[in-house]
Every structure is written in C-alpha cells, then in structure tokens.
C-alpha cells in the first residue's frame, strides 16, 4: 500500500528533508511551496497566505496523488526580536504563514483525510513552544498557537480516524538558520552560541526531525495523536551542570 502524502514547505529545509525521506519509503509526496521542487515530487507552486490558492493546490495534490493519507503542515517562516521590535504588520504577517496558514491546508485537506484508513497530520512546531528564548517573542507566540492547536485538531477530528501531532525541533541546521548566521556580526561564534545551547552541542539536522516525522504519520504510530515529540538535542527536559 502507498500512502499519499502532502508536505508543505516542501522546497527546502526540513520540508524538503521529509519529502524525501517519505518518498525514500515509499510515499507519493506532493511538495506545496512557493518554490516547489520538481521530481521525483509532484511539484505545486502555493502560498498558504492565500485561501483560494490554498483550496486548490490540494485539490490538484489529491487528484494527482489519487488521494490524501498524510498531511506534513511544515510551510513556515521565521522572525527575531522582542514584543517591541515588529509592528502590528509584521505580526500578522508571521502568524498569517505559520498558524492561519496551517488551518487553510489542513481545512483543504480534512475531506480528503477523512476517505484515508491511515489519515495523520504533522504539524512542524518548535522548541520555541515550550521554552523561553531570547529575541523569539512573535516566532515563540506562532509556536505556541501551533502547539495549542494541535492539540484541539486532534481531540476534534480522533473520532474520524486522523491522528494530529507536532514535532518540536530545537536549533535546527536549516536555510534560515544559516541566513541568521550569515548576518551575524560573527557568524562563527554565533554557531557556537547556538551549539552550545543544546546539550547535545551541535545543531539537530533536518534529517532527524525528518525521520521522526516519518514515524509520526506512519502506520506504526496508530496509538499516537496529540504528542509534541521534541527532537531537539535535550534543550527541553535536560539540566546539565556547566561543562568545566
């Protein structure tokens, strides 16, 4: 049996890495993005900000994949910053991609989830959900509704056979990562900084949170919805006294 899967953010990053890895098992992956990757994805270009555009991109998805099993809401950006350095525009700009833009996809998505035997939805969350970082306020208020919200869909929609989880990456070594890096006034210390932060001490590949993506919105997880599964080198449950 092949499952049919819709990642969002597919083009790059840990979207990417999880379109790849789903397909690797194989998957038939629907990669929506703004900048879609071509094959062996079935590629549709969409940006989740716009509803109309958004209902129709997976409904093309569903049609070319012959159905929808799995949703990966993994479409996001980020922002840095306390409450006081973004307007009221940038504000809404951030939560219209990462929160409002995962209701649209998954609202496009549930009547084709609820015709799958194995429907799931992963929603790519954060670290940032959980735990108070420096200069994060409006990327850490999205995460937070991400988490929350998660939550409700799967109390909502457990009954109708679609399992809801979220995966809760720490610092990961991503595109967006190494563009923050780039504009640092050190760029190699500021990797080591972030490093440091984790107790692992090293950043979490794409590839990790990939594979418990995977796992998430496989069969062998039919008893799993409603979990935030952190994958993120420790930094959440983890106290280590300093390193002398």
Same mark, same amino acid.
């Given at each position: *049996?092949?499952?049919?899967?819709?990642?969002?953010?597919?083009?790059?990053? %840990?979207?990417?890495?999880?379109?790849?890895?789903?397909?690797?098992?194989?998957?038939?992956?629907?990669?929506?993005?703004?900048?879609?990757?071509?094959?062996?994805?079935?590629?549709?270009?969409?940006?989740?900000?716009?509803?109309?555009?958004? #209902?129709?991109?997976?409904?093309?998805?569903?049609?070319?994949?012959? =159905?929808?099993?799995?949703?990966?809401?993994?479409?996001?950006? @980020?922002?840095?910053?306390? %409450?006081?350095?973004?307007?009221?525009?940038?504000? $809404?700009?951030?939560?219209?991609?990462?929160?409002? =833009?995962?209701?649209?996809?998954?609202?496009?998505?549930?009547?084709?989830?609820?015709?799958?035997?194995?429907?799931?939805?992963?929603? +790519?969350?954060?670290?940032?959900?959980?735990? @108070?970082?420096?200069?994060?306020?409006?990327?850490?208020?999205?995460? =937070?509704?991400?988490?929350?919200?998660?939550?409700? *869909?799967?109390?909502?929609?457990?009954?109708?056979?679609?399992?809801?989880?979220?995966?809760?990456?720490?610092?990961?070594?991503?595109?967006?990562?190494? #563009?923050?890096?780039?504009?640092?006034?050190?760029?190699?210390?500021?990797?080591?900084? !972030?490093?440091?932060? $984790?107790? *692992?001490?090293?950043?979490?590949?794409?590839?990790?949170?990939?594979?418990?993506?995977?796992? !998430?919105?496989?069969?062998?997880? &039919?008893?799993? +919805? @409603?979990?935030?599964?952190?994958?993120?080198? &420790?930094?959440? =449950?983890?106290? !280590? #006294?300093?390193?002398?």
């Amino acid at each position: *049996m092949s499952l049919k899967a819709i990642v969002t953010g597919g083009g790059s990053g %840990i979207g990417l890495a999880v379109a790849a890895l789903l397909a690797e098992r194989g998957m038939k992956v629907a990669c929506l993005d703004v900048h879609p990757p071509g094959e062996p994805f079935i590629g549709i270009k969409v940006d989740v900000t716009d509803d109309v555009w958004v #209902r129709a991109a997976v409904a093309e998805a569903a049609d070319r994949l012959g =159905g929808v099993d799995v949703l990966v809401n993994n479409a996001g950006i @980020g922002a840095q910053g306390t %409450i006081e350095d973004n307007p009221d525009s940038e504000w $809404q700009r951030v939560f219209d991609v990462n929160v409002f =833009g995962m209701v649209r996809v998954a609202r496009a998505a549930l009547p084709y989830l609820r015709k799958s035997q194995h429907a799931a939805i992963v929603n +790519t969350c954060s670290i940032a959900a959980t735990a @108070g970082l420096p200069e994060r306020a409006l990327y850490s208020a999205t995460k =937070g509704a991400v988490l929350s919200l998660t939550l409700a *869909m799967a109390a909502d929609h457990i009954r109708e056979g679609i399992r809801v989880n979220c995966v809760n990456p720490g610092t990961a070594d991503t595109p967006w990562v190494a #563009r923050l890096l780039d504009s640092a006034p050190d760029p190699e210390a500021e990797r080591a900084a !972030l490093n440091a932060r $984790q107790p *692992m001490g090293r950043l979490v590949r794409a590839e990790e949170v990939a594979a418990a993506i995977a796992y !998430l919105v496989s069969p062998e997880a &039919g008893a799993t +919805t @409603g979990t935030a599964l952190a994958v993120d080198g &420790g930094m959440q =449950g983890l106290r !280590l #006294r300093p390193n002398h």
